[in-house]
């Protein structure tokens, strides 16, 4: 007897995977559309006179001008934003660093040389975040008042940086748990200290994580205006707080608040697109096992 050998054809994709394929590409391109169409919106704003801006419904075809950027820049005799922008740039900036700086050693202790009870510890710093920005306001105003700090960019960088350590030690203990033990302790027979260790051997590892844990606090230090409306007055005044000035009870503002807005949210942008790679490798480290 002889054996016929038979093979099964292949089988062919069945068409109604590629519809839902399809129907989620589409769903995926209107969903981004539509969170970017503001964007554009205030984009196009910002290139139209105040009365073109005004109208209802809008036009979209009316004349191109930079009238509201010359505006923002101080042309036309108003404050110069440069002050503002610099003073943000000091906060943010300084606030981070000192943010990753303490953040690193305390997601080490969590993650690689876990102290007891560690997730009670980490609940505790989530706690902290839960307290109303509003509740702790006028405590923090009356302490900074009576230490001089009222109108200092200082104030604001210690500020910034009590807000976002909570936030930067969960996603840095998070990170850090991906590190192999196998090459600390290899560290550490040969003599490496702890920070030389934390500098040379967790940080290397973990850089799509700290640069991800770096712009998010980055950005919520650039957008704070609650605190840095209240704290701050003049010498210190941050670019959020310039930009509610062009907010006025008469006249059009709308095409100014439109350019000032995008130049503000300019540095953010392009943070954010320099370092989307580390940023989304970051965010979905330790993700997929």
């Given at each position: ?116 009870k560690w997730t009670d510890v980490l609940f505790f710093f989530l ?163």
């Amino acid at each position: 007897m002889t054996a016929t050998l038979t093979t099964a054809a292949p089988r062919r994709p069945r068409p109604r995977g590629r519809f839902q394929g399809a129907a989620l590409g589409i769903a995926a391109w209107l969903a981004g559309i539509l969170f970017v169409l503001p964007i554009l919106w205030m984009v196009l704003t910002s290139f139209h006179s105040e009365a073109d801006a005004a109208t209802n419904p809008p036009s979209l075809a009316a004349s191109l001008t930079l009238d509201s950027y010359r505006e923002f820049f101080g042309a036309g005799g108003g404050a110069s934003p440069w002050p503002s922008l610099i003073n943000s740039a000091t906060a943010s900036v300084a606030s981070t660093l000192l943010t990753l700086l303490l953040a690193l050693p305390a997601a080490y202790a969590l993650s690689i040389r876990p102290v007891k009870k560690w997730t009670d510890v980490l609940f505790f710093f989530l706690s902290t975040k839960m307290l109303p920005l509003v509740a702790g306001l006028l405590p923090i105003y009356l302490f900074a008042k009576n230490a001089g700090l009222l109108d200092n960019i200082w104030a604001l960088v210690i500020l910034y940086t009590a807000m976002n350590l909570p936030i930067a030690v969960w996603m840095m203990q998070s990170f850090l748990a991906e590190v192999p033990v196998a090459i600390i302790e290899a560290a550490q027979i040969d003599g490496a200290r702890l920070p030389t260790i934390l500098g040379r051997v967790v940080a290397p590892i973990a850089l799509p994580g700290i640069a991800a844990t770096s712009l998010i606090c980055f950005i919520f230090s650039w957008n704070e205006l609650l605190f840095a409306r209240v704290l701050t007055g003049v010498v210190a005044e941050t670019a959020p707080v310039f930009l509610t000035g062009f907010i006025t009870s008469q006249g059009l503002f709308l095409a100014k608040v439109c350019a000032a807005s995008l130049v503000i949210s300019l540095p953010v942008l392009a943070a954010g697109f320099a370092a989307q790679d580390k940023l989304v490798q970051g965010l979905s480290l330790g993700a997929v096992k």
